[in-house]
């Protein structure tokens, strides 16, 4: 089904998104991996008690490209997508650089494939940044 959606249509929703206030934004999109918009994070940073560096936050647009998973251990695709976000949203509240929440929201999502449950194939916060 991800297919059928056109690349330029992440834009529209993104702007669209953004417009209403929307700071981080990230579409979960399958086998295409997952589409990263912000907006002003000095914003968010005054008004909330993150500290993303905004620098590195503020205004980008990324494709996070999929890591790809070994079929031979994926056991249970329930749940990937909710692990990547929950990757992602854990790095953005230690305040990791964009790109590296996108490769946690990668590896969680990969990796969650390997449990027979959302969470077992999980690997530590540890073992995922090294």
Same mark, same amino acid.
């Given at each position: *089904? =991800?297919?059928?959606?056109?690349?330029?249509?992440?834009?529209?929703?993104?702007?669209?998104?953004?417009?209403? #206030? =929307?700071? =981080?934004? *990230?579409? +979960?999109? !399958?086998?295409?991996?997952?589409?990263?918009?912000?907006?002003?994070?000095?914003?968010?940073?005054?008004?909330?008690?993150?500290?993303?560096?905004?620098?590195?936050?503020?205004?980008?647009?990324?494709?996070?490209?999929?890591?790809?998973?070994?079929?031979?251990?994926? +056991?249970?695709?329930?749940?990937? #997508?909710?692990?990547? =976000?929950?990757?992602?949203?854990?790095?953005?509240? +230690? !305040?990791?650089?964009?790109?590296?929440?996108?490769?946690?929201?990668?590896?969680? #999502?990969?990796?969650?494939?390997? !449990?027979?449950?959302?969470?077992? !194939?999980?690997?530590?916060?540890?073992?995922?940044?090294?």
């Amino acid at each position: *089904m =991800v297919d059928a959606i056109p690349l330029p249509l992440f834009d529209r929703l993104a702007d669209q998104l953004l417009s209403m #206030g =929307v700071k =981080v934004l *990230m579409i +979960k999109a !399958g086998h295409r991996g997952a589409y990263l918009r912000t907006g002003k994070i000095a914003d968010l940073n005054s008004t909330t008690s993150l500290r993303l560096p905004a620098d590195n936050w503020s205004n980008r647009k990324l494709w996070i490209d999929p890591i790809p998973a070994d079929p031979d251990r994926m +056991k249970n695709a329930c749940g990937a #997508g909710d692990c990547a =976000v929950a990757g992602f949203l854990t790095a953005l509240l +230690k !305040g990791a650089e964009i790109e590296n929440a996108a490769r946690y929201a990668m590896r969680a #999502g990969r990796d969650s494939l390997y !449990g027979i449950d959302a969470l077992s !194939g999980l690997s530590d916060w540890n073992e995922m940044t090294s």
